[in-house]
């Protein structure tokens, strides 16, 4: 790809495989936003060096710090015995720095056996026990569900925390925070001191479970109860040497995001706008406040620790396999502490293709790269840590942003958006390298324009690919191994919408442009690969539909709950916000009704069938 000097690429090819070149005005709108003036340059010396093991490059001399604190001095190479990690080296003579990532450059693979997953809105996913939405109870009842059936492991959206105020954010792929997760998920049951609260409790639990009722799930409503019974089962906590251990563990990081939360609260949802000395975490201010709020800061560090007690334990019943969404909320905690290295006055996004024919404006501000290099990859290796604690798997949303992404300048629309760059050997590294130690496998979210080379990379480090019966033209037997293969996505239309066509139907209501046409070639692909006449009944559809996925020689296969369910509504509408309800529809039934389908119990008996002939 033909770019600049700061990553911008001149012109890209689409997904049609038509050119667009870049204006002068969008290459001029992206670099304001990288904070390049014209007469910047990127830096000469490189800040980074990725090494497998056992490799021996030149340095110079100089010394090394290794990761665990040891120091060794340098005489022109490296030792050959290096570990694995991030190393620094600095040169004699006070030059540049570098970060050395010693990385084992593949990640770990699933076991062998041709495992299956059910892939799980967990929201959606609420039983009789829920506060009108699924919450990490619901979660270990479906894992233990899930593995009583044959599943091998279970994906769920991403958990990630939001603004503590209403109105929450519905979109899991929206957060404030990647690093730390949404109490709105909590079982308040089950949080320490709970039965203390007697005719009170008594009172909550019957208010949240008539949140149950309502057809779409009212997070506000559940926000405003969760946090009146959490607000009351705080001053009765007497202390815990786990959440003691929790905090210290999670050291600065927790306690900086916890008084976030506070400010939040007290000045607004958007700290853009907050008084100036406390727009920046390493303000003095900030110091102070935390001292000043220090019972609500442990609130709200309380919080967090709840909720990865609860998930360890819904995580022991089956591997999770957990979802990183590409980005996170301008106005949230996470870019408030990167705020030095998130571009000012562009988002993320996709340029347009048949199926979204006016693009995609995600409203995420992109790391820049220069930048991100320089700070050693810091927020890429935290975030990385904090989605793969508790978790078998990862899945990497959008993977191509390891390649590049796509800006928009603000109020240019997604038609005048430009590709930038990213050093993708060193994050591929650093995904590797955590992979192993978390002793996770990765799967990545390759769909959209995806340039050439890139799938190939992914394969050469392990990366499983992200196949959908949807998108494939050739037929489930010629997928690759080195794959997760599922249906659809959130994104897309369940097999019950596609082949009612309400689906379409529903687009052309709510005033989006569907090509008609796209959506009649899936269908016809899947009658022609199931052969299936027009007026087959619905489950048989969905039934043959993972029939065929199971011919695949993929090494995972995904089911939807709403394909078990034989949901006709997707979970989310792409350019859509009010027209439609986005990451808002209970699963019909809940959990009762999964457990009971017939359905969902022939789908696991093909996939689990499957499952047993590979491990023979």
């Known amino acids: 790809m033909d770019t600049d000097e700061w990553g911008i690429a001149r012109r890209y090819c ?58 060794l001095a340098i005489r022109d190479r490296l030792p050959p015995d290096m570990p694995l990690g991030y190393h620094r080296f600095a040169p004699d003579g006070g030059g540049q720095p570098v970060l050395l990532i010693v990385s084992p450059g593949k990640c770990l693979l699933p076991p062998a056996g041709g495992h299956w997953c059910w892939a799980a809105q967990l929201y959606a996913a609420r039983s009789a026990e829920s506060w009108g939405i699924g919450d990490l109870g619901d979660l270990r009842r479906l894992a233990r569900w899930s593995a009583s059936q044959g599943a091998g492991l279970l994906l769920i959206n991403p958990l990630g925390a939001v603004a503590p105020r209403t109105p929450q954010q519905s979109s899991p792929y929206y957060p404030g925070s990647r690093r730390f997760r949404n109490p709105l998920y909590l079982r308040i ?35 405003a109860l969760k946090q009146q019974a959490l607000e009351r089962l705080w001053p009765l906590f007497a202390g815990d040497k786990r959440f003691d251990h929790y905090c210290r563990e999670q050291g600065a990081e927790l306690e900086q995001f916890a008084a976030f939360c506070t400010l939040n609260e007290q000045l607004g949802p958007d700290w853009h706008v907050w008084p100036s000395q ?20 442990r609130y709200h560090q309380w919080l967090q620790w709840l909720i990865d007690e609860q998930l360890a334990r819904a995580s022991a019943e089956i ?43 995600w409203g995420l501000p992109p790391f820049i790269p220069h930048k991100l290099r320089e700070c ?67 799967v990545g979210e390759d769909l959209g324009t995806v340039e050439m080379g890139v799938r190939e990379q992914l394969a050469e480090r392990n990366v499983l690919s992200y196949r959908l019966l949807w998108f494939e033209t050739t037929p489930p037997r010629d997928y690759p191994q080195l794959a997760m293969v599922a249906v659809t996505t959130h994104d897309l239309p369940t097999i019950a919408g596609l082949w009612s066509g309400e689906d379409l139907a529903a687009q052309v209501r709510i005033g989006l442009k569907p090509s008609a046409a796209a959506m009649q070639q899936i269908k016809d692909r899947l009658a022609h690969g199931g052969g299936l006449p027009g007026d087959t009944p619905t489950e048989k559809v969905i039934e043959r539909a993972y029939m065929l996925l199971a011919e695949s020689p993929s090494l995972i ?20 916000v009010e027209q439609w309800p986005n990451w808002s529809i209970p699963l019909p039934g809940g959990l009762e009704a999964l457990e009971a389908s017939p359905l969902a119990a022939r789908i696991a008996a093909v996939l689990s069938v499957r499952a047993a002939s590979k491990r023979q």
């Open 189 to 223: 049951e089950e949080v320490p001191g709970a039965a203390k609260l007697g005719d009170e409790l008594t009172r909550l639990v019957a208010a949240g479970h008539a949140l149950n009722q309502t057809s779409r799930i009212d997070r506000d409503a559940i926000f």
């Open 278 to 297: 406390y727009r920046r975490p390493d303000s003095p201010a900030i110091a102070a406040w935390i001292n000043e709020h220090r019972d609500r800061v």
């Open 319 to 361: 591997s999770v396999m957990h979802d990183l969404p590409i980005g996170v909320d301008p106005g949230g905690a996470d870019a408030w502490a990167w705020q030095d290295i998130l571009a000012q006055g562009c988002s993320v996004g996709a340029p347009p293709d048949m199926y979204n024919t006016q693009g995609q404006d």
């Open 376 to 442: 050693g990859y810091q927020p890429v290796v935290k975030t990385l840590r904090a989605v793969l604690r508790h978790a078998g798997a990862l899945r990497i949303d959008h993977v191509m942003g390891l390649f590049r992404l796509f800006w928009i300048p603000h109020g240019m629309g997604p038609q005048h958006g430009a590709f930038v760059r990213y050093k993708a050997d060193e994050l591929l590294a650093i995904v590797a390298l955590e992979s192993h130690r978390a002793g996770a496998f990765v």
């Open 14 to 71: 689409d997904a049609e495989n038509c050119w667009h070149e870049i204006s002068a005005e969008t290459q001029q709108r992206v670099l304001q936003a990288m904070g390049v003036g014209p007469a910047d340059r990127p830096q000469a010396a490189d800040p980074v060096r990725v090494v497998r093991p056992g490799e021996q490059p030149a340095l110079g001399s100089g010394s090394l710090t290794l990761e665990d604190g040891t120091t």
């Open 557 to 576: 296969v995904a089911a939807t709950l709403e394909d078990a369910l034989a949901v006709r509504e997707r979970t989310n509408m792409p350019g859509t």
